[in-house]
């Protein structure tokens, strides 16, 4: 048997985030971030630097407005339309 915890669930995780835990984010980071960074490659057809900004304004609106979602397919599909939303402003 592993020590290593499971994580939380991405409802909890999400609504932690929301009320303002630092800590909650680091964990969504980590286990988001890369996701984020290839939906905004993909958005910005392979503009590193696009890509770049893409993320950063991704994370920006998470930040200011966390979606408060019930799956990971659900925390995928809003990464894919927020960079892409993005990349069409």
């Known amino acids: ?29 980590e286990q988001w971030f890369d996701q984020a960074l290839a939906s905004a490659r993909r958005a910005a057809r392979g503009d590193e630097h696009a890509a770049a900004d893409i993320t950063q304004e991704v994370l920006v609106r998470f930040i200011r407005r966390t ?4 799956s990971d397919a659900a925390m995928g599909a809003w990464l894919r339309r927020t960079a892409l939303h993005i990349a069409l402003d």
């Open 1 to 29: 048997a592993s020590d290593r915890a499971l994580p939380p669930s991405l409802p909890a995780l999400l609504e932690r985030i929301a009320s303002g835990d630092p800590g909650a984010f680091s964990a969504w980071y």
């Open 67 to 70: 979606p408060l979602l019930d």
